[in-house]
Nanobody
Framework: VQLQAFGGGLVRAGGSLRLSCAVS????????MGWFRQAPGKEREFVAA????????YYADSVKGRFTISRDNAKNTVYLQMNSLKPEDTAVYYC?????????????WGQGTLVTVSS
C-alpha cells in the first residue's frame, strides 16, 4: 500500500486549501484513514480521521469547525478541506491508513505535503 499526499502550498491567513491523498491498493475502502501534521520543532499531531464509510469523522480540537475530512472510495482518495487557515496551521501534513481502527498505530504513511499559512 502506498499513499501520496498533495495539495499543499502557501496561503494567507483566512484562506483555504484542500489536501488530497491517493492510496494504492484494492482494499482502500476498508482502511481507516487519518491526517496528521508536524510543525517545525514540534511533534507530529493528530488532525482528523474517518472510518471506511466516511461516517463519524473526528477531529482535533484545534481544527474542529474549520477542517473537514472526506473520502471517495471509488477514487481511492481521502481529502482534507481546510478553511479559515491560521498561521499555527503551518506544518507538513501527512495522510495515514490502518486496517484496524481499534489499534492506535497507523500501518501506512504518505510522504507529506507542506502547508504554509502567512499572517
Amino acid at each position: 500500500v502506498q499513499l501520496q499526499a498533495f495539495g499543499g502550498g502557501l496561503v494567507r491567513a483566512g484562506g483555504s486549501l484542500r489536501l488530497s491523498c491517493a492510496v494504492s491498493g484494492r482494499t482502500f475502502s476498508t482502511y481507516f484513514m487519518g491526517w496528521f501534521r508536524q510543525a517545525p520543532g514540534k511533534e507530529r499531531e493528530f488532525v482528523a480521521a474517518t472510518s471506511w464509510s466516511g461516517s463519524n469523522p473526528y477531529y482535533a480540537d484545534s481544527v474542529k469547525g474549520r477542517f473537514t475530512i472526506s473520502r471517495d472510495n471509488a477514487k481511492n482518495t481521502v481529502y482534507l478541506q481546510m478553511n479559515s487557515l491560521k498561521p499555527e496551521d503551518t506544518a507538513v501534513y501527512y495522510c495515514a491508513a490502518k486496517g484496524n481502527p481499534l489499534v492506535r498505530d497507523y500501518d501506512y504513511w504518505g510522504q507529506g505535503t507542506l502547508v504554509t499559512v502567512s499572517s
